[in-house]
């Protein structure tokens, strides 16, 4: 395999992992919740987007909207149980209550969708763009436009609308946007159901490229928070630099060292931030989101 | 006073009756299985316990600390046949204790959630580790650890079966509990509460947070490493799935349920949690969805946990005479 494919590994990975961890962005920045079930949530995605195909027989197309809607679902009913913990900013208990969450979910998916790997084809997957000796599938071409999409779409919600100012406003301050009217619970039922169903609609997208496992969220977890981390917390342009960033790492170092120990050579990059810019990431300067 | 002389009472009573309970169940082995996995996954929880209700910080790398104590324990006992269970407990403790140096150090300015997405790191890459390094075993995992052998010149300490080996599970919980009491009344106990509850008078009363953090964070790792150690034997063999997500969830729901600071709390909830899983298991991925349940619906809920539910009934109880020992002040007044 050339370099240049490895570069085009690398940024289709990427543009994965910047739409997997959007949802967490933006949580983070809004509401400074942390979601221990959001590596769960996305496989939950993954095996909503397999069953609709091939065991309901939905098109593809709207198998992902209907994980969306599952994972928004989920993600309203995880803020309506840990609204009081969320308005007390008691982050102990949110932490675990998320984790409580993620184990339900890998629970109830094994249950409902068995504990086997699985695999999802859809009609994007199975055709290839080949240019010369280079070659990427449609659904990887497919995952690049729609991160793409969904980030400027947010940033330019955020930015431009009345709801964004509002967001912003809640993230900045929520005692103060509480006294000038604004709805804060919300906002941040908002929050959490834009939450699941982006990262339903992450794993209905990535589940193509890799078996669909109850596991499989476990891993992918950590990507996230590298993303988050690196792009600076809340920020929304930020997370997307960090993804492709991290993709092409990832695709290189898999191709150049080994592909076992990605998630280790991603957390020893997260490590490397961490230690180098520590200031800016306590809980209390994560002020807001843009 | 009162309640000084009580708990000398209760507490050896309790204790003298936990030791006889799986004989009185019966003496089966399933009952004497579950009895150790008990004691042991208590002491697991303890060292978190001590990390999350004391110094308030969520440590999710204690899986870690576990399988540092299990892999310790069997790639001693495996690979370079040490036979003394005393050797391979040192190693254990040694090892948890540069992992927890490292993760220490590493966090040491880190706080709240940014200290818990990078323990909780430390434990996915934990396992990625496990599964894949050939020194730690892989996926197979490493086979054939002799028993628990912690004779000494002149007496004979061995445990082939769960039901000789229940009086050291025992005896290692009874000592974790000690141990964990004593924390709670040692000046670095104080200094970590004080750290949890008010960070800006533990400063100012010249208490250094990050170094308080840092030693009960080291004190805690061996216990749940002890804990390991004892696993490796349990079991006769280790892999990847001590690192479990199920250890994490099983170490929080005890620290959680029975009610935070609570000395007797992790080994009640642990049990708890066992016996539903032993006894009245509704299958492997039913359980998983209730032990969840049960962690969200105590924090959500119930924060206090169980022992906060029976407060209000004392509290009946109490005000219920509270207006005559109030008259009878007044009288004697």
């Known amino acids: ?290 | 006073m009162k309640s000084k002389s009580l708990q000398l009472f209760v507490l050896p009573v309790l204790a003298i009756a936990a030791f006889v309970a799986p004989m009185l169940l019966g003496g089966g082995g399933v009952v004497y299985s579950a009895a150790v996995l008990i004691a042991i996954f208590a002491v697991m929880a303890y060292g978190l316990d001590i990390v999350v209700s004391d110094l308030g910080e969520v440590s999710l790398a204690h899986t870690v600390f576990f399988a540092a104590g299990s892999y310790a324990t069997a790639l001693l006992s495996t690979r370079a046949g040490v036979s003394s269970a005393w050797l391979t407990l040192a190693a254990s403790i040694a090892v948890a204790l540069a992992c927890a140096g490292l993760i220490g150090l590493v966090t040491l300015r880190l706080r709240e959630f940014v200290f818990s997405l990078v323990t909780y790191a430390v434990a996915v890459v934990a396992m990625t580790l496990a599964a894949n390094w050939a020194f730690l075993g892989g996926s197979d995992g490493l086979r054939g650890i002799p028993m628990l052998d912690l004779s000494l010149p002149g007496l004979t300490l061995t445990a082939r079966n769960d039901r000789e080996l229940w009086p050291f599970a025992f005896a290692t919980l009874v000592i974790v509990i000690y141990l964990v009491a004593r924390f709670r009344r040692s000046a670095l106990g104080a200094a970590a509460i004080m750290t949890h509850l008010n960070p800006r008078l533990a400063t100012m009363s010249g208490i250094d947070p990050a170094r308080v953090r840092l030693q009960v964070f080291l004190f805690s790792a061996p216990i749940s490493a002890v804990a390991g150690w004892l696993y490796a034997y349990q079991r006769a063999y280790v892999s990847a799935d001590v690192l479990e997500n199920y250890f994490l969830i099983l170490m929080l729901t005890a620290v959680v349920l029975v009610g935070r600071r609570q000395l007797l709390g992790p080994v009640a909830a642990t049990a708890l949690v066992l016996v539903q899983e032993k006894f009245f298991s509704f299958g492997g991925n039913v359980d998983k969805i209730v032990l969840g349940a049960v962690l969200i619906a105590i924090l959500a809920f119930f924060p206090e946990g169980l022992a906060g539910l029976a407060r209000p009934l004392a509290r009946l109880r109490h005000s219920r005479r509270e207006p005559i020992q109030a008259l009878t002040h007044t009288l004697e007044n």
């Open chain 1, 1 to 290: 395999m050339t370099f240049l494919q490895q570069i085009i590994n690398g940024i289709v990975l990427g543009h994965a992992y910047a739409l997997v961890a959007i949802g967490w962005t933006l949580l983070l920045g809004v509401a400074r919740l942390v979601n221990f079930g959001h590596g769960q949530m996305y496989m939950l995605g993954a095996f909503v987007s397999w069953w609709a195909v091939t065991k309901a027989g939905v098109p593809y197309g709207l198998a992902l909207p209907m994980a969306m809607v599952i994972g928004g679902l989920f993600g309203l009913v995880m803020q309506r149980i840990m609204l009081k913990a969320t308005f007390e900013q008691n982050l102990v208990s949110i932490m675990i209550m998320t984790l409580g969450f993620g184990y339900v979910l890998n629970g109830g998916a094994a249950m409902v969708f068995g504990s086997t790997g699985q695999i999802l084809e859809t009609a994007l997957s199975t055709r290839e763009i080949t240019l010369g000796e280079l070659w990427l599938t449609w659904q990887d071409a497919a995952i690049v436009v729609a991160a793409i999409a969904v980030f400027v779409s947010l940033k330019w919600i955020l930015d431009a609308s009345r709801v964004g100012r509002l967001v912003r406003m809640v993230a900045e301050d929520p005692k103060l946007a509480m006294l000038a009217g604004i709805n804060v619970r919300w906002v941040y039922y908002g929050v959490f159901a834009f939450e699941g169903a982006a990262v339903a609609f992450a794993g209905g997208m990535v589940a193509p490229r890799t078996p669909i496992l109850t596991s499989m969220g476990f891993d992918e977890v950590i990507m996230t928070f590298v993303v988050v981390v690196l792009g600076g917390i809340g920020s929304v342009k930020g997370s997307y630099v960090a993804g492709v960033a991290l993709g092409l790492f990832t695709a290189l170092f898999g191709a150049l060292v080994s592909p076992a120990y990605t998630t280790a050579a991603a957390f020893l990059v997260l490590i490397a931030v961490l230690v180098l810019r520590p200031g800016g990431m306590s809980a209390g300067s994560a002020a807001g989101v843009h």
